[in-house]
């Protein structure tokens, strides 16, 4: 449906066939996703139940984090961009972040830091908007 959709509304936007998805909006994506991750945690890594997240990252982002922490008996461990190398530990669950900081625009290298979180033993949930397609401007 999201394929067939984003096929239907491309031409309205100068977009090609296959170029574009209809989808829910970016909260209720990362609900549905941050949801799953707290889910496989919780069947396969019981004793972890930090989910670490950027104290600047994005507001409504960090609003769901809060409120599905709350809700699976999770704990919402906010840290600077900086600290995340040295906050992974053995109790973190998920790594949730924002690829490009929308106030200052930093960036994080997003393989690089995946990998740090995999290596600790946890998911990582990135809210990432990829770059714009390259479609033609006629
Ligand atoms: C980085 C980022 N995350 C999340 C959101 C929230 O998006 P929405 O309100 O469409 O769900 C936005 C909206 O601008 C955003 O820029």
């Given at each position: 449906?999201?394929?067939?959709?984003g096929d239907k509304i491309a031409p309205l936007?100068?977009?090609?066939?296959?170029e574009l998805v209809a989808t829910d909006?970016?909260?209720?994506?990362?609900?549905?996703?941050?949801?799953?991750?707290?889910?496989i945690v919780a069947a396969d890594s019981p004793g972890r139940d930090v989910v670490l997240s950027e104290r600047s990252n994005f507001p409504t982002d960090l609003y769901i984090a809060e409120?599905?922490?709350?809700?699976?008996?999770?704990?919402?461990?906010?840290?600077?961009?900086?600290?995340?190398?040295?906050a992974l530990r053995e109790?973190?669950?998920?790594?949730?972040?924002t690829h490009v900081n929308y106030r200052t625009g930093a960036m994080h290298d997003m393989q690089a830091v995946t990998r740090a979180a995999h290596e600790a033993g946890a998911l990582a949930v990135w809210d990432w908007h990829t770059a714009p397609a390259p479609w033609k401007s006629t």
């Open positions: 449906m999201p394929r067939r959709l936007v100068g977009a090609g066939p296959g909006s970016t909260s209720i994506n990362l609900y549905k996703v941050l949801s799953a991750a707290l889910s409120a599905l922490c709350r809700e699976r008996g999770f704990r919402l461990q906010l840290i600077e961009a900086a600290e995340i190398a040295t109790d973190t669950a998920v790594l949730m972040l």
